[in-house]
């Protein structure tokens, strides 16, 4: 039997997953106990997607047994074993023990894996059959696969041997040129390489290596006036030899590399399952698998399921218990070639004894939450379909019935706030809702206090998750992303880039080049910056920047330094792994450059931001959905891997479509482009509620009106647009105008007791490391971002602001790293600065020898464990003087926190007065 788990969000699915794993651990050790050698986590197989689910489930089961074992009367799962068993309590911690035993004792057998590293053993064990060297390696980095088979392409090209790929990328780069559009043919060949990733094409490969596909075409073109399908097909059919090209060098390259993509296991995989026994294969991996767990279904593809359907087919049809879990709601990743319609319909006409079981409870979001998406989604899901112009369909299957509505089982109210915005065009759009944003952080900032970290903004797109961090930074937040700062988003960066393009290139008496330009417009006109520029042409690569950097002074560059660490570190990466040349880092650099990112330490008043695609099974406390704005039409036409129809002449088996028009006929191809709408529709709705479905306490999102200037019927292909109007219910919107919808109640963030875990969690400073010697901690002048924290630093070592203590003071962090000697005078300008201050505002007793007794950052213990900790304190009698330093711009959550310290110590019986030092501002501000 297959038991079919459709788990919506929040219903508890790893949960279960273990729950079921246990089971049939508990099961097949009873039924043969007296088994000396028996290992029945041996027999079991449960595939995850992602190592950090994989760790977790073993974490899980792990936890759970032994929970059983020294604490059965606190372990959830010992009443469902004893009932489902029959079996007594202290029957179930025996052999819970046992078999934690022999876990642990045998646990390279502990078959809790990805499914990419299942198939991968098959493979290995079928490498003699597949003609794969001994020696060879999977390789996980195939955007530079793909890119060292276009370069070499490219070459063969120019070297002549491809005279028609040549015709065909020269009419390509015309229409291109003539369109306004791209014509960089490395960017061209790139492009048509990534339908490569497609199944239904890499399915069709090794048909197309068998034809002349380009002589096929010529025959089309002569045969098409009077043939309109065939007129059809030939609008985009160079895509083809173009695609089969790159194709061919892939697969040169990587023979003579000896390696194996990581995308083409599944596919060789494919021919091992369909042509042979499946015993057989059981015989080669050297396990006899008996029951197979797959998580995370709907994320599945379709060659993916037929690799492991005849494994279940042969378990099931044997009496024994699969289970598969999944959501066809949170389906969202299909251009990984996931495929929602499996686990929608599939997997029951492929294997007959499945018993589907709705997990109808969720445990993660409070009542309004879950009572909001329950009236929701049904309700977006018709509004979709009326939009389609269909009555009934796919989306409404999908998200009716039990499968959408679900049981809150949290006794948290929850807050659920969705506000319409309506502007005049997307611009203004995204400029109210980061205000609203602002003022919304705000608010939760009060409520939360140093527990930001339990907060989410949510976004679409890469472009967006830097746009809100750069936004979040700027509000004064500390912000936690691996994607919000991208490392060349930096002018210095650029000049760097085009310093180097510039030595590597022969540049023209006279030419003004795109680098020379960069270089003019960031350095200006001067006779030694060439020269600088000149002496670094001679030196290797990493030694190169190096130089530039110190000799142009770029860390001196405002906020450069993070960026400019960042980038030198990828050069190191560089340099182990390729080499030292500086035109290979160059075409590197173009390769991943998209991919790089500022490096941040997640915290526990860090904001997390991050698009909606990889927060699935994530949750936070608060989630914001700031830019709701997303579309099922994609910016850039799909190309659409049509059947071609019975009438065409040849034996090509899929054709290339580009996603048509409203106007053009195209008729023959219909079923596939009604299939790709049909998934652009599901994938639209099926990210909203991801997104919609995080929040465990509040959900904030803002949604517009109308965007990019649509109004009627054309604004309605967005999804904020169709949600603004179930939630308006009919009623207009004038421009500008706001309206904000609002269910339940505000929360007040409860801090969990660390004691209970024994772990308590500080946040540490991080300072870089030295570039040129490699045994201090800082090479480079200080910049704004760090000096403030270095003030604090130096403050925070001195009892009294007196030449003494602020020249040991300053020593002492010179000798532990934390400055190197040429920042001493920047440091000692600055603490002048704010001597100055004080002064001028009265205030120099705090830093004197008097009678108050002096506190500089002396924590402040709670009675739920957590700690606070003022900058300084002065303390004489009953009263205090609570002084705060701040040496960025102001913000009101700085008056909040010192009032909160204020607070403290008016409940241990004191007078509090509270002051910040706004340093750069150039004021001291009382707080009351």
């Known amino acids: ?67 059983l074992t020294e604490e059965p009367q606190k372990a959830a799962l010992k009443g469902f074993l004893e009932q489902k068993l029959s079996i007594s309590s202290e029957k179930v911690s025996q052999t819970a023990r046992q078999l ?93 390489a990534k339908e490569l990733n497609k199944e239904k094409l890499k399915k069709h490969l090794p048909a197309f290596q068998k034809l002349d596909v380009q002589s096929i075409i010529q025959t089309w073109k002569k ?65 006899r698998i008996q029951h197979y767990m797959i998580d995370e279904f ?123 915005i309506n502007q005049k065009n997307k611009q203004e759009y995204e400029e109210m809702a980061l205000e609203r944003l602002q003022q919304t952080l705000e608010d939760i900032q009060e409520r939360y206090q140093n527990n930001m ?63 020379k330009q960069t270089i003019l417009q960031l350095l200006g006109q001067k006779d030694d910056t060439w020269e600088v520029i000149n002496r670094a042409k001679s030196l290797p690569l990493y ?46 650099w173009e390769l991943k450059k998209h991919k790089w990112y500022i490096s941040s330490v997640k915290g526990t008043n860090a904001i997390e931001v991050m698009t909606i695609h990889k927060s699935k099974g994530l949750e936070w406390d608060i989630v914001l959905l700031p830019f709701v704005n997303w579309t099922w039409i994609p910016n850039k036409k799909p190309i659409i891997w049509c059947q071609a129809p019975e009438s065409m002449p040849s034996d090509i088996p899929i054709i290339p479509i580009k996603y048509p028009k409203k106007d053009e006929n195209v008729a023959d191809f219909q079923q596939d482009i009604e299939d790709e709408k049909r998934n652009m529709y599901v994938d639209c709705l099926n990210l909203t509620y991801v997104a919609f479905t995080r929040a465990s306490k509040e959900l904030y999102a803002f949604v517009p009106y109308w965007v990019d200037g649509k109004k009627g019927k054309g604004r309605l292909q967005y999804i904020g647009n169709l949600i603004g109007e179930i939630y308006l219910n009919g009623e207009k919107l004038e421009d500008g105008e706001n309206q904000p919808f609002t269910f339940g109640e505000k929360t007040v963030y409860e801090a969990t007791n660390p004691l209970k875990t024994g772990v308590q969690q500080e946040n540490l400073q991080m300072y870089p490391t030295q570039l040129n010697d490699r045994l201090r901690l800082r090479m480079r002048p200080i910049k704004v971002a760090e000096q403030g924290t270095l003030m604090h630093e130096w403050l925070s070592r001195m009892t009294y602001l007196n030449e003494n203590d602020r020249e040991k003071s300053l020593q002492e962090m010179l000798e532990k790293g934390y400055i190197a000697k040429n920042d001493v005078d920047k440091m000692n ?25 002096i506190y ?44 909160n310290y204020m607070n403290l110590y008016e409940q241990m019986g004191k007078k509090a007065h509270g002051y910040i030092i706004y340093v750069e501002q150039e004021t001291i501000t009382e707080v009351k």
């Open 856 to 899: 500089n950052e002396r924590d402040i213990l709670l009675s739920n464990g957590r700690t606070e900790r003022p900058d300084r304190v002065l303390e004489k009698g009953d009263e205090v003087i609570i002084i705060d330093y701040k040496f960025g711009k102001k913000a009101e959550k700085h008056k909040t926190q010192v009032k």
């Open 543 to 588: 030694e190169q920047i190096q130089f530039l950097i110190e000799q142009l002074h770029l860390y001196e560059r405002e906020n450069a330094s993070t960026y400019l660490v960042a980038f030198h570190d990828r050069v190191f990466d560089f340099i182990q792994t390729h080499s030292g040349d500086v035109s290979a880092f160059l075409e590197y």
């Open 223 to 287: 045969h098409s006036e009077n043939n309109e399908t065939l007129q059809v097909a030939l609008k985009d059919i160079d895509y083809l030899p173009l695609i089969l090209s790159v194709y061919d060098s892939i697969k040169e390259s990587n023979k003579e590399h000896h390696r194996l993509p990581i995308s083409e296991v599944n596919h060789l995989l494919n021919q091992i399952i369909k042509n042979a026994d499946t015993p057989f294969i059981y015989e080669k991996i050297g396990n």
């Open 298 to 420: 709907q994320d599945t593809s379709a060659m993916q399921w037929e690799n492991f359907r005849p494994l279940v087919q042969n378990t099931s049809s044997s009496g024994l218990s699969n289970l598969v879990v999944g959501d066809v709601k949170q389906s969202i990743y299909r251009f990984r070639n996931s495929d929602w319609h499996l686990l929608n319909e599939q997997i029951q006409q492929d294997i007959k004894d499945t018993k589907p079981i709705t997990l109808e409870n969720n445990y993660r979001s409070a009542k309004t939450i879950v009572e909001q998406n329950n009236a929701l989604f049904p309700a977006l899901a018709r509004k979709m379909q009326e939009v389609l112009g269909e009555k009934q369909g796919t989306l409404t299957d999908i998200y009716s019935g039990q499968g959408v509505k679900q049981v809150p089982q949290s006794n948290i109210t929850g807050l659920y706030h969705v506000e319409v």
């Open 100 to 192: 934690l035993c022999k876990l642990v004792q045998d646990y390279s057998h502990f078959a809790v894996n990805t499914i990419d590293s299942f198939f991968q053993t098959i493979v290995r064990s079928f490498a003699r059959e597949l003609s794969l060297s001994a020696n060879y390696e999977i390789s996980l980095d195939e955007e530079e696969i793909v890119n060292e088979a276009v370069t070499k392409l490219l070459k063969d090209i120019i070297d002549g041997k491809f005279p028609s790929i040549e015709a065909i990328l020269s009419q390509k780069i015309t229409d291109e040129i003539n369109q306004d559009k791209t014509w960089n043919i490395t960017s061209i060949l790139l492009n048509y």
């Open 453 to 515: 970290g339990k907060v989410a903004i949510l976004v679409k797109k890469n472009s967006e998750v830097q746009k809100i961090t750069k936004n979040l930074l700027e509000w004064g937040y500390e912000v936690y992303s691996t994607e919000g700062l991208a490392i060349d988003s930096h002018p210095v960066i650029d000049l760097l880039i085009a310093i180097l393009t510039y030595n590597v290139r022969p540049q023209n008496v006279g030419e003004m080049s795109v680098e």
């Open 829 to 853: 300008d600055e603490m002048d600065k704010f001597e100055r201050l004080i002064e001028q505002f009265g205030k120099k007793e705090w830093f004197e020898k008097n009678d108050y007794q």
């Open 1 to 67: 039997m297959l038991k079919i788990y459709k788990a919506s969000a929040g219903s508890g699915k790893t949960y279960t997953l273990v729950q079921q794993y246990i089971l049939l651990l508990f099961d097949a050790f009873l039924k043969h106990e007296n088994s000396p050698f028996l290992s029945p986590h041996s027999r079991i197989l449960a595939v995850t997607f992602t190592k950090k689910a994989t760790a977790e489930m073993k974490e899980r089961i792990l936890k759970e047994l032994y929970r």
